[in-house]
T-cell receptor
Framework: DAGVIQSPRHEVTEMGQEVTLRCKPI?????LFWYRQTMMRGLELLIY????????DSGMPEDRFSAKMPNASFSTLKIQPSEPRDSAVYFC???????????FGEGSRLTVL | KNEVEQSPQNLTAQEGEFITINCSYS?????LHWLQQHPGGGIVSLFM???GKKKHGRLIATINIQEKHSSLHITASHPRDSAVYIC??????????????FGQGTILTVHP
């Protein structure tokens, strides 16, 4: 299996621009998670989906962040407009059910100038 | 006080030493995860446990639900074990069932 695939691996953008991060979960996994990692706050859950439905989005910082999962094999995390404080590594992970073992993607490193 | 506390924050060892990393948590959980992250790298799940003990190669993880405490042990440590080890707990139920709360991580450096 190819594992969880994230793109882009690195993104550098200017403040105010729209950023879209993409994730393809492992086939057969029905839970998908978006995490953010920063030096100051460590790892934080942003949102998770079960069977393509958002279950808990309490970690989404504000309205500038949105996430979608249109089908079982694809999810996006969008930031519009981006701000320098959004600079972080964003990880996507998937599992068989919300309580299953987690498999992480390699992460997308975002830098907002 | 954080819900998940790890100790120590930094750990330096010589190759071959036995290593223990501790994790304490203050909330009810359904499971605890140990994760490994190499510098600049991705995150790998080492263990997921809700009771007792699990072993994988040189790694051993234990959990005491009553005491709200878990330990990760590495026997015969090797420089390739140098990484950040992160403890994470999963909520007890409802929508929090899928939500992980993370410790701050333990930076392990093993010298040859």
């Amino acid at each position: 299996d190819a594992g969880v695939i994230q793109s882009p691996r690195h993104e550098v953008t200017e403040m105010g621009q729209e950023v879209t991060l993409r994730c393809k979960p492992i086939s057969g996994h029905n839970s998908l998670f978006w995490y953010r990692q920063t030096m100051m706050r460590g790892l934080e859950l942003l949102i998770y989906f079960n069977n393509n439905v958002p279950i808990d989005d309490s970690g989404m910082p504000e309205d500038r962040f949105s996430a979608k999962m249109p089908n079982a094999s694809f999810s996006t995390l969008k930031i519009q407009p981006s701000e320098p404080r959004d600079s972080a590594v964003y990880f996507c992970a998937s599992s068989k059910g919300p309580g299953g073992e987690l498999f992480f993607g390699e992460g997308s490193r975002l830098t907002v100038l | 006080k954080n819900e998940v506390e790890q100790s120590p924050q930094n750990l330096t060892a010589q190759e071959g030493e036995f290593i223990t990393i501790n994790c304490s948590y203050s909330v009810g959980i359904s499971a605890l995860h140990w994760l490994q992250q190499h510098p600049g790298g991705g995150i790998v799940s080492l263990f997921m446990l809700s009771s007792g003990k699990k072993k994988h190669g040189r790694l051993i993880a234990t959990i005491n639900i009553q005491e709200k405490h878990s330990s990760l042990h590495i026997t015969a440590s090797h420089p390739r074990d140098s990484a950040v080890y992160i403890c994470a707990v999963r909520g007890g139920g409802g929508t929090s069932y899928g939500k992980l709360t993370f410790g701050q991580g333990t930076i392990l450096t093993v010298h040859p």
